[in-house]
């Protein structure tokens, strides 16, 4: 065999096992849709003040040492649900605009 065949071959192999790096992608995107998606219902239930509040809260724990990628969930549900409440953006919509992003 020649040595692009086994580099081809494992590469299958590779793929197959862990798919491509769109699959791997998308799979990590849909886990933080998701992710988001759990936070809805608590995210509803807070008045328009507490919604507001939110963004100092963001800052206050960004500034304790918490990571963008750790608020991201809760950041993303908080923005899904002032659009819906300013814009009527649905969270189908909300799902369809994160898994492209």
Known sequence: MALE????WMGKVARAMFGSRNERLVRDYMERVQAISAL???VQ???DEAL???TDEFR???RAGETLDDLLPEAFAVAREAAARTVWLGSEQWSQVLAEA
Request: glycine share 6%.
């Open 5 to 8: 065949s086994v580099a081809e």
């Open 40 to 42: 809805e219902a608590e």
């Open 45 to 47: 239930a807070l008045s």
């Open 52 to 54: 507001r509040g939110k």
């Open 60 to 62: 206050e724990r960004y």
